[in-house]
Structures are given as structure tokens and as C-alpha cells.
Nanobody, 123 residues
Framework: QGQLVESGGGLVQAGGSLRLSCTAS????????MGWFRQAPGKEREFVAV????????NYADSVRGRFTISRDNAKNTVYLQMNSLKPGDTAVYYC????????????????WGQGTQVTVSS
């Protein structure tokens, strides 16, 4: 079975930065599209970013475009989410996801999900 483990979450002041990592095991994740989602308290889970198996193309939610950057290192089976200019509205549990179909990642209907990492942005 494949497994995804997120790390890098924490507490940061508004305007600060964090880098999330998601390390995959148990599968050849280099053939998978990978993405990040988030879920804030009382809200539904929402798409944040997706990256194709080769690293391009990428796509972002409008709310994070220009502030967040998704990247991957297939040699390390790891995908990253660099988050800059963080806002209190970015506070959420962030989840990593993977699927062989890029469309499934965008739709949130992925085969593999991580357990999530908390990101809290204080004002």
C-alpha cells in the first residue's frame, strides 16, 4: 500500500512563510500526479495546488496563486508546498494527495491521502 506523510506545518505570523513536505512510500510515486488540499474548521476540504508527474504543468487555486509554489523531487519521492505571504485565512489542516490521474487530483478524488499537517497563521 502507498503511504503519504506530511510535515512542516506549524504556527507562523501573518506575512510569514512555511514549507510543507510530503514524502511518499510504497509506490512509485514518480508516475503519480500529486496535490495539496486544505480544510479549515467548519469548512469543506478545498483544492490548493496540483503538480503533474514530470513537474509541469502546475495549477493553483485562485486564493493561493502567486503566494504558494508546488514542486516535487521524484528521486526523493517528495512533493513540497512553499507558502509565502501567509494570511490568517490560510489557517487549515493541509493534506497531500496522489493519483495516477491528474484530473482526480484536481477533483479531490485521489487514491492516496496523507494524514494532514496543521498550519496556523496568526494576525
Amino acid at each position: 500500500q502507498g503511504q503519504l506523510v506530511e510535515s512542516g506545518g506549524g504556527l507562523v505570523q501573518a506575512g510569514g512563510s512555511l514549507r510543507l513536505s510530503c514524502t511518499a512510500s510504497g509506490r512509485t510515486f514518480s508516475i503519480y500526479a500529486m496535490g495539496w488540499f486544505r480544510q479549515a474548521p467548519g469548512k469543506e476540504r478545498e483544492f490548493v495546488a496540483v503538480i503533474s508527474r514530470s513537474g509541469v504543468p502546475t495549477n493553483y487555486a485562485d486564493s493561493v496563486r502567486g503566494r504558494f509554489t508546488i514542486s516535487r523531487d521524484n528521486a526523493k519521492n517528495t512533493v513540497y508546498l512553499q507558502m509565502n505571504s501567509l494570511k490568517p485565512g490560510d489557517t487549515a489542516v493541509y493534506y497531500c494527495a496522489a493519483d495516477v490521474r491528474r484530473s482526480a487530483v484536481v477533483a479531490g478524488t485521489c487514491d492516496y491521502w496523507g494524514q494532514g499537517t496543521q498550519v496556523t497563521v496568526s494576525s
